[in-house]
């Protein structure tokens, strides 16, 4: 296991000076009375771990454009079959990450199980790539979603300004940042609300497409099969588009160390998460087709908004808002697991330590979620979000697979190591094969994106050395990163998880 190197740029002066044995300085030369322990504290229960799993996993794609897997599989039939393979296969890599998660007891997800596994390097290449690009570019992509539908209501009869848009997007973020900074109770309980209103929009949908079906309106399931034949990258490229879709089942595990009974609450939290999405999906899907043909679908830029208006009248101008409330809850269970994710790469000396900090009356890793802050705000102000996450896509599956193929050679590496929840092997191997396939996918589809994506992704590699490896730095490097690292922390009113004075 990685520890922070004693001399490292990046992880040196994490401390403020005198913070030794957990006593920190005066501020304002007054001594600072009571003691508390400052830790990340167990909140996660077992509805807040399925609202976070849930509420991240179902966006704005379900709503507005499941387009890509029917583009490419050319009939309803096969589209309705590739949507329920995509979440028994996206089961299968949660139930695999669901024994990581109970094995290795630590928040961090991927990162974590790949540290465990491959070392040091690999992990921080994955940190850094998610901490500069992935994560902001993903968190502006679906902020961006979140602005333009919550909109939608305001500019029927006409085209939104995008400065509107990144305005109350810019707005958005900013609440969803300070939410979590704030309080971990909070973040989860408006994520449980969020979560319902994604399932009572899927509900709009799915409810009147049953009753079209009692109703006989079946003309665009008969000869479902029938239609356009697929390529033979159609139905891979449909395969990618459905897992896809299903990302974000691995959220639960990036905050382990806070969930409640992690034992029985992750795998079980995880299963009901999956069950109801990849049901809810395909339901979805289902009821599509109950109203609008597979030719009418692939014309729509949103095919909610398009079936609602068929069949709900009024009512379908509430659809951009619950889409809008969607995206809010992605953005807000986004950004609440990947703090953690940097926290945890602070604390094994792959970050700057004051990521590894928490707000000593909060109890939140306030420095991790800021981090995020102007990362994203650059990111939403700037170039093509699209092409960049289109760069990258390929890393998201290379470290996923990775992390559970780290799970089969930990069974034959480690085979008395404690696991409470155990998966038949099978269910890792092929959803590792699965992984590696889509990465395979990508640089056979799209050489140039992958490959920019790709060198993209080595650059972590020289910062590797020089940020951790090396040791030898300038002292006046040092000495300024120290200062900066401490007045940060009395500005923040952070410290180390462990037993503190309270500011």
Known sequence: MVRKPVVSTISSGGYLQGNVNGKLPSLGGKEPPGQEKVVLKKKITLLRGISIIIGTIIGAGIFISPKGVLQNTGSVGMSLIIWTVCGVLSLFGALSYAELGTSIKKSGGHYTYILEVFGPLPAFVRVWVELLIVRPAATAVISLAFGRYILEPLFIQCEIPELAIKLITAVGITVVMVLNSMSVSWSTRIQIFLTFCKLTAILIIIVPGVMQLIKGQTQHFKDAFSGRDASIMGLPLAFYYGMYAYAGWFYLNFVTEEVENPEKTVPLAICISMAVVTVGYVLTNVAYFTTISAEELLLSNAVAVTFSERLLGNFSLAVPIFVALSCFGSMNGGVFAVSRLFYVASREGHLPELLSMIHVRKHTPLPAVIVLYPLTMIMLFSGDLYSLLNFLSFAR????????????????????????????????????????????LSLYSDPFSTGIGFIITLTGVPAYYLFIIWDKKPKWFRRLSDRITR???IILEVVPEEDCHKL
């Open 397 to 440: 599956w290379l470290f996923i697979g990775l992390a559970v193929a780290g799970l089969i050679y930990l069974r034959y590496k480690r085979p008395d190591m404690h696991r409470p929840f155990k998966v038949p092997l099978f269910i890792p191997a092929l959803f590792s094969f699965t992984c590696f396939f889509m990465v395979a």
């Open 487 to 489: 007045t940060l922390q």
